[in-house]
């Protein structure tokens, strides 16, 4: 299910303790997900899965750097608001982990 096609939120990525961060824009588009904020660092867009849970919809994404691995993205949109984290693995170990909370974009 693609279901968040179509569907741009904007928002700031945080790390764990901090109350600032990056501005990001996570965009959903033809089963792709891709994050704005990780562009600089070279992670593509990747592919996305979705599933219904009552009125929100939880969603699953990994995008890849070369350079810096990949990102292993969940997270759950309940009507305009986004709420996520990303996992960031580097050699097949877990190397941090962000949050993410973004709005819909009009």
Do not use: H, N
């Not at 700031?12 to 904020?37: M, N, P």
């Not at 070279?42 to 691995?69: M, R």
């Amino acid at each position: 299910m693609v279901i968040l096609d179509g569907r741009t939120f904007e928002g700031v990525v945080l790390e764990r303790g901090k109350t600032s961060g990056d501005a990001d824009t996570l965009i959903f588009e033809r089963g792709r997900f891709r994050s704005t904020a990780c562009d600089r660092y070279g992670y593509s867009d990747g592919p996305y899965t979705t599933s219904a849970l009552g009125d929100s919809v939880a969603f699953e994404a990994e995008t890849e750097s070369p350079k810096y691995g990949s990102l292993r993205w969940q997270g759950v949109v309940r009507g305009r608001k986004l709420d996520g984290t990303l996992t960031m693995v580097r050699d097949g170990q877990v190397a941090g982990e962000k949050w993410v909370v973004a709005g819909e974009k009009d």
